[in-house]
C-alpha cells in the first residue's frame, strides 16, 4: 500500500463493507434530512447536488480516462434544453427526461468520435471541447428574433427558455414534483451515478480505462483499442452531464445559455480540483466546497467573490494539486500508520528490545 | 471599388488583431509549453496601464509603452512568485493561470470599480467614396506587423534570441552549455507579457476600459496559438491569417455572430486536421 | 463605492444575510415600533451587471431609511434583508426563496435582466409573495404577484420616435443588443418611425460581448441612412459609441438612443463620444424640478458619492415609496392586501407623479426626452405628462383575469 493514493488502487476492487456502510449512512442521512430542514435548504442542497453530478461526470473522464474536457456543460445544456423544448411542447416530461439524457449520449458519440478517432488527445481535446461548449453557446445566445421557435417554444436566445414545467409523477401526470420532490430526485439520481460509475471501475472496462489512463501506448501494445474505450467514457460523461442539464432544467424551471459559457465550464474544473480528481467522491466533495463558499460570499458581503474564487484556485494547484480528498487522504495513512508502528514497537509482545 | 477596399481593411484589421493579442502568449507557449490563461487579463491590465499614465499626464503613444514595460514587469512577478513552479505540468499551468484571471478581474473590480473612463487617441479619419476608416485603426495594424517583425528580428539577429531559440529546442542541452535556463524563462515571460500590455494599451481607445474587457479575446487568443503549433511566431502568423480572413469576409457578409462561430469552427477544423498545430511538424523556422 | 453606515448598524441573521435596520434611537425618535415589517432587496452588488444595480441598491436603503425617520409604515419599522445575486441567475432562484420562506418577506424589490425576473415571478406565485421589478424591460408581464415601476418600450418610444423623425429624417438604421428586449424595442421604434412616415432600412443585433462594431459602421456608411439608432447594451457594445465617433461621427449622422444612459455610460466616455445623444427617460439628474434636485443633493449625501446618480436609482426609490403607500392603503403589509390595493396608488416621485395602473400592475408616468450633453448629463429637453403603459395594456387585463400569470409578446 502506497500512501499517496491508496484509494486510488482501491478502486478497481469490490469495495469494502466500511465503504457499504458509510455509503449506507450518508443514503439514509441524505433521505431523512428534509424531515428536519426548511425548504430553502432543499433548494441549496438540490443545487449542490445537480452541480456534483456534473462534476462527477467530469472528474470520471479526467480522473479515470485521464481526458480533460472542458465540454461536459456542452451536454449540460442540450440536456437542460432538450428537457424544456420537449416538456414546453408536449406538457409531458417522463419522457422529455429519458429524451433529455439521449440526445447528449448521441451528440457525446458524434463528438468524441470526431475527436477520439481523430486522435485529438491532451492539450488539443481540451481546447476542441472548450471551443465547442464557446460554440454552443454563441449560437444559442444568437436566437433571441422571434423566428427562432422549436414547435411552440421560442427559444428566446440570451434570455434563456423560463417557466419550465416541473416534473410530473410518471404515474400520475397531474402530480408534479415540488422542491422538496426536486431534492430526492437529484439525491437518488446523484447517489445511483456514484454507486454506477464505481461498479464499473471494477468491470473489465473500468479498468482497462484506467490502464489507458496510466499509459495509452502500452495498452495499445497490449492490443486493447484504446479508442473504443475512451469513446466509451465520453459518452458516459456525456449522458450523466445531459440528465444533470436536465435536472437543472427542473430544479429552476429555467435554462439559459450560460449553463454552455466558459465561466460555467471552468467552474466545473475547479470544482473537481478543490475535491480532487483522483476519487470519485472528489468531484462531489468540491462541488459542496465551493458552492457553499460562493453562497455564503454572496451573503456575507465581502465584495467580488471572483477574487477569492481566483486566489482559492491558485492555492490549492500549487499547494493541494491533487484536491482535498487525496491531500486528507494521504494525512489520514500517514497518520494511522505513524500511530499502529508507535504501537507496535512500544507495547508488541514479541518485545525485542531485550 | 470602395466595398474592395472595405473588404481588404475588414480582413486586415481582423487579422492584426489577432496577432496583437496572441503574439506574447504564442511566445510564452512555444518556449515554456506554459498557457496562460489570464492573457485576457493581461489585455486588460495594459489598458489600465495606459489609462493611469495617461492620466499622469503622458501623452498617448508614451502611455502605450509604459503599459508595455508595466505589464512586462507584471509579468516577470507573476512569473516568479506562480508559474516557475509549474513547468511541465501544462494542465496545472492552465488551471493556475484560470485562478490568476479570476483573482486579477475581482482585483481590479474591486479597486477602481466596474468600468472606467476611456483613453483617446483620435486621430481623424481617412475617406473612400462613402465609407471611411479610423486613421488609428490603420495605425494599430500597422504596428501589428511591426511587433511582429520586431520580435522575429530579436529571435534571429540577436543574441538573445539565439539563446532563446536554442533553449526551446533542447532546454537541457542549453544548459548543459552553461545557460541559466531559468533566467531566460522569466526574461521571455516577461517579454510575452510586455508585448500584451502593449495589444491591450492599443486596444483601449478602441473598445473601452473595464475589468471584464480581456475575456472576449482569451478564447481568440488561446486557439490562436495552439492553432498555430509549436513554431510561435510562424504558426501565429498563419493561424492569425487564416483566422482573419474567415472573421474579416464573414463578419462584413453576414453578422459578427456568424464570423465568429465559423473562426472557431475553422479552428476546429484545423485541429482535427493537423492535432499538433499548423506548424507542429515543421523541423525548422520560428 | 461604499455602503456607508452612519446612523445604521449591520447584523447578520441566521441566514447570514445582511440585514439593514435604522438604529433604535433613531426610530423611538421617530415613533416607529413594534413589529418590523421585512422587505428583500435582490440585486447584483457584484458580477458584469451590477453597473445597472449599484445606485438601486443604496436607493432601495435610503428610502427605507427615509420612511422609518418619517415614523415608520403603520407604525412599525421597515427592516430591510440584502441579497447579492454575484450577476448569477442560480442565485436569484435561491435567495427569492430564502426571502420569502425564511425571511417572510412582505415585498422583494428585485431583479435588472428579464430572464432574472422570469425566474423569480413563479417563485412569487409558489409562495404567494409580491416582487417590484424596478427594471426598463420589453414590457407584457401580466401578473398580479409582479409590478414594475419602470418604463416600457411604448412609454418610451412613442414620444421619442416622431421627435428623432423630425429633428434628423425619415431614414432610420437599427442597431441592437441581441436578446429579448433590444429585439422588442427595436420593432416598435419600427413601428413608431413609419407611423411617423419614415422607413427603417436596416435592423443588426449584436451579441453582448462584441466589441468590434468595424464591419456594422461600414455598412450604416453603405445604407446612407439619415439617424442611427441604438439599443445596445452593456460594458462591452459602448465601444460602439467610441468607434462611431472615430469613423463616422455624430456631426455626419445623428445617433438616438432607448438604452444610452441606463448603465451611465456617458460616464465613461469623452465629451466627444458621448454627447448629442437623443433619449428619453422617467428622470434624469439634470431634471429642472425641485424633487428632482432634491433627490439627488439626498442621494448624494447619502451615498457619499458625488457621480451621476441616474434613472435606476430612482426606480429602486420609487419603487419602495409606492409599495409603503400601497401598504398604508391597505393598512396591512400581507402580500394580498396589498395587491388587492395597488390600483390608483401614487407617489410623488423625483421624475414626476407614477400612478399603478391596476390593469397591469405597470405604472404610469411623466417621459422626459433629453440629449446628452458634453458634462456627463443631459440637457432637458420636453417632458411628456402621464404616459400609459399602451403595450402591456393591450394585451393584459388584470381586472378581467386576475389570475394571468403569463409574459405577452405583442405582434407588431
Known amino acids: 500500500m502506497n500512501p499517496t493514493n491508496w484509494f486510488e488502487e482501491s478502486h478497481s476492487k469490490m469495495p469494502k463493507l466500511w465503504w457499504w456502510i458509510l455509503v449506507g449512512i450518508f443514503i439514509i442521512g441524505g433521505l431523512i434530512l428534509p424531515m428536519f430542514t426548511e425548504i430553502d435548504v432543499h433548494l441549496d442542497m438540490s443545487i449542490i447536488f445537480i452541480f456534483a453530478l456534473l462534476s462527477l461526470s467530469m472528474g470520471f473522464l479526467w480522473g479515470y480516462g485521464g481526458m480533460l474536457s472542458f465540454g461536459q456543460t456542452i451536454f449540460f445544456g442540450l440536456g437542460g434544453y432538450t428537457y424544456a423544448i420537449w416538456a414546453l411542447n408536449f406538457q409531458e416530461t417522463t419522457f422529455g427526461l429519458i429524451l433529455a439524457v439521449c440526445v447528449p449520449l448521441l451528440v457525446s458519440c458524434g463528438l468524441g468520435y470526431f475527436m477520439i478517432y481523430g486522435r485529438i488527445s491532451n492539450i488539443y481535446f481540451t481546447v476542441t471541447t472548450l471551443v465547442t461548449t464557446i460554440v454552443l453557446e454563441k449560437a444559442v445566445r444568437a436566437t433571441s428574433d422571434d423566428r427562432f421557435v422549436i414547435g411552440s417554444v421560442r427559444l428566446k436566445g440570451q434570455n434563456g427558455i423560463s417557466s419550465v414545467p416541473d416534473l410530473q409523477i410518471p404515474w400520475n401526470p397531474d402530480e408534479t414534483l415540488f422542491l422538496t420532490g426536486v431534492y430526492y430526485v437529484t439525491f437518488v439520481a446523484l447517489f445511483l451515478t456514484y454507486i454506477g460509475l464505481r461498479m464499473l471501475l471494477i468491470t473489465h472496462f473500468g479498468r482497462v480505462l484506467v490502464s489507458i489512463r496510466e499509459n495509452e501506448n502500452r495498452t495499445e501494445l497490449l492490443g486493447y483499442d484504446t479508442r473504443r474505450y475512451k469513446l466509451g467514457a465520453f459518452v458516459i460523461s456525456g449522458g450523466i452531464a445531459g440528465l444533470a442539464g436536465a435536472l437543472y432544467g427542473i430544479w429552476g424551471n429555467f435554462v439559459a445559455p450560460e449553463m454552455m459559457n466558459l465561466n460555467s465550464a471552468a467552474n466545473i474544473v475547479m470544482y473537481v480540483i478543490v475535491g480532487g480528481k483522483s476519487t470519485l467522491i472528489g468531484p462531489i466533495l468540491g462541488t459542496a466546497v465551493v458552492q457553499r463558499v460562493t453562497t455564503e460570499l454572496g451573503m456575507a458581503g465581502v465584495g467580488q467573490v471572483t477574487l477569492y474564487l481566483g486566489l482559492m484556485l491558485i492555492i490549492f494547484v500549487m499547494v493541494f494539486p491533487r484536491g482535498i480528498l487525496p491531500t486528507l487522504g494521504t494525512l489520514t495513512f500517514i497518520t494511522f500508520h505513524k500511530i499502529k508502528n508507535y504501537y507496535k514497537n512500544n507495547f508488541d509482545k514479541g518485545d525485542k528490545r531485550g | ?286 | 463605492m461604499s455602503l456607508l453606515m452612519n446612523r445604521r448598524k449591520f447584523f447578520h441573521t441566521a441566514t447570514g444575510a445582511l440585514v439593514m435596520a435604522s438604529s433604535a434611537s433613531v426610530l423611538k425618535a421617530a415613533g416607529a415600533d413594534g413589529e418590523p415589517i421585512r422587505i428583500a432587496n435582490i440585486l447584483d452588488r457584484t458580477g458584469g451587471l451590477n453597473i445597472y444595480s449599484l445606485k438601486q441598491i443604496q436607493a432601495v436603503s435610503m428610502a427605507v431609511e427615509e420612511i422609518n425617520a418619517a415614523g415608520g409604515l403603520l407604525g412599525r419599522p421597515i427592516e430591510l434583508v440584502f441579497y447579492d445575486s454575484q450577476s448569477n441567475n442560480q442565485m436569484n432562484s435561491q435567495y427569492m426563496t430564502q426571502a420569502l420562506v425564511r425571511d417572510k418577506a412582505a415585498a422583494v424589490f428585485a431583479g435588472v435582466t428579464s430572464s432574472s425576473r422570469e425566474v423569480m415571478r413563479p417563485i412569487a406565485k409558489k409562495f404567494r409573495g409580491l416582487l417590484f421589478y424596478n427594471s426598463m424591460y420589453e414590457g407584457g408581464v401580466c401578473d398580479k404577484r409582479h409590478v414594475c415601476v419602470a418604463q416600457v418600450p411604448a412609454q418610451q418610444l412613442a414620444p421619442l420616435v416622431p421627435a428623432v423623425v423630425e429633428s434628423y429624417g425619415k431614414k432610420a438604421f437599427i442597431i441592437g443588443a441581441d436578446y429579448v428586449y433590444p429585439h422588442t424595442t427595436a420593432k416598435w421604434i419600427q413601428k413608431y418611425t413609419r407611423e411617423a412616415g419614415g422607413e427603417d432600412i436596416g435592423v443588426e443585433f449584436f451579441p453582448l460581448d462584441v466589441s468590434n462594431f468595424g464591419p456594422v459602421i461600414s455598412r450604416i456608411q453603405a445604407a446612407k441612412p439619415d439617424v442611427v439608432w441604438s439599443v445596445l447594451v452593456g460594458s462591452a457594445n459602448n465601444a460602439f459609441y467610441r468607434q462611431y465617433e472615430s469613423t463616422v461621427g455624430k456631426a455626419n449622422i445623428p445617433l438616438a438612443s432607448c438604452m444610452f444612459g441606463i448603465g451611465r455610460e456617458q460616464v465613461y466616455m469623452s465629451a466627444d463620444e458621448a454627447a448629442g445623444i437623443m433619449n428619453t427617460t422617467p428622470f434624469h439628474d439634470d431634471l429642472p424640478t425641485d424633487k428632482a434636485q432634491e433627490f439627488v443633493r439626498n442621494f448624494k449625501a447619502y451615498s457619499g458619492e458625488d457621480d451621476y446618480v441616474g434613472d435606476y436609482a430612482e426606480y429602486g426609490y420609487r419603487g419602495v415609496n409606492i409599495w409603503a403607500n400601497a401598504v398604508k392603503k391597505a393598512g396591512d403589509p400581507n402580500p394580498d392586501a396589498v395587491i388587492a390595493a395597488l390600483d390608483g396608488v401614487q407617489f410623488d416621485s423625483p421624475g414626476g407623479m407614477v400612478t399603478i395602473d391596476g390593469q397591469t400592475n405597470h405604472a404610469v408616468m411623466d417621459i422626459h426626452r433629453v440629449i446628452t450633453n458634453r458634462n456627463q448629463s443631459w440637457d432637458h429637453i420636453e417632458t411628456y405628462s402621464q404616459i400609459q403603459p399602451l403595450d402591456t395594456q393591450a394585451v393584459c387585463d388584470l381586472n378581467a383575469n386576475p389570475n394571468d400569470n403569463k409574459q405577452y409578446f405583442l405582434e407588431l
Request: net charge positive.
Open chain 2, 1 to 286: 471599388m470602395n466595398e474592395l477596399i472595405i473588404y481588404l481593411y475588414q480582413i486586415a484589421f481582423s487579422l492584426g488583431l489577432f496577432i496583437l493579442i496572441s503574439l506574447g502568449l504564442a511566445i510564452i507557449f512555444g518556449m515554456m509549453g506554459v498557457i496562460n490563461l489570464a492573457q485576457g487579463e493581461f489585455i486588460m491590465l495594459g489598458a489600465y496601464f495606459c489609462l493611469f499614465s495617461m492620466q499622469a499626464g503622458f501623452p498617448f503613444w508614451a502611455s502605450v509603452i509604459l503599459a508595455s514595460l508595466g505589464v512586462g514587469v507584471f509579468g516577470i512577478i507573476v512569473e516568479r512568485l506562480l508559474i516557475r513552479f509549474l513547468y511541465g505540468r501544462i494542465m496545472d499551468t492552465l488551471l493556475a493561470t484560470w485562478g490568476l484571471s479570476l483573482f486579477m478581474v475581482g482585483l481590479v473590480t474591486t479597486v477602481f470599480g466596474p468600468s472606467e473612463a476611456g483613453v483617446e487617441a483620435q486621430l481623424g479619419k481617412i475617406w473612400f467614396g462613402d465609407y471611411s476608416i479610423a486613421t488609428y485603426n490603420l495605425v494599430l495594424i500597422l504596428l501589428a506587423f511591426v511587433m511582429l517583425g520586431l520580435t522575429y528580428c530579436l529571435w534571429r539577429f540577436t543574441k538573445f534570441g539565439l539563446i532563446v531559440r536554442g533553449t526551446m529546442q533542447n532546454p537541457k542541452m542549453s544548459a548543459a552549455m552553461g545557460i541559466n535556463t531559468k533566467r531566460y524563462y522569466m526574461l521571455t515571460f516577461g517579454l510575452g507579457s510586455a508585448l500584451t500590455g502593449f495589444a491591450g494599451a492599443m486596444i483601449a481607445p478602441i473598445v473601452g476600459n473595464q475589468p471584464t474587457m480581456g475575456v472576449f479575446y482569451v478564447a481568440k487568443a488561446f486557439i490562436t496559438v495552439i492553432s498555430g503549433g509549436q513554431l510561435p511566431l510562424l504558426g501565429t502568423f498563419i493561424a492569425s491569417t487564416i483566422f482573419g480572413i474567415t472573421d474579416g469576409i464573414i463578419s462584413f457578409a453576414s453578422t459578427q455572430v456568424v464570423g465568429e462561430i465559423c473562426v472557431l469552427l475553422v479552428a476546429i477544423l484545423l485541429l482535427r486536421l493537423l492535432p499538433k498545430g499548423i506548424t507542429g511538424r515543421f523541423k525548422r523556422g520560428f
